[in-house]
């Protein structure tokens, strides 16, 4: 059982910028591939970036140059640092954590971007 706790949300104008960060419980984060997702009212989950265990890392099309995906293990935590946020930007976000066939997910933080 892996459990999620993300932090780092809030309000912010357009090209400011944020830093999620997302803590895991457990001794296996390692073997881990953690991502961020998002969801904005009305519309469906969206992949924004993921980090596999090796370290290998995809973005979504509309975050690359701008978003930066991390982990630290020895912290187990994974961060997306976000810069020149635009209103569009504006969502809950969710930290995942797969393993195997498992998906866990934290419970969201919100980000909104005001123009």
């Known amino acids: 059982q892996v459990q999620l706790v993300e932090s780092g949300g809030g309000l912010v104008q357009a090209g400011e910028s944020l830093r999620l960060s997302c803590a895991a419980s457990g001794t296996i984060f390692r073997s881990l591939t953690m991502g961020w997702y998002r969801q904005a009212p009305g519309k469906q989950r969206e992949l924004v970036a993921v980090?596999?265990?090796?370290?290998?890392?995809n973005y979504a099309d509309f975050v690359k140059g701008r978003f930066t995906i991390s982990r630290d293990n020895a912290k187990n935590t994974v961060y997306l640092q976000m810069n020149s946020l635009k209103p569009e930007d504006t969502a809950a976000y969710y930290c995942?954590?797969?393993?195997?066939?498992?998906?866990?997910w934290g419970q969201g933080t919100q980000v909104t971007v005001s123009s």
């Open positions: 980090i596999f265990s090796v370290g290998r890392i």
């Open positions: 995942n954590a797969r393993y195997t066939d498992r998906d866990y």
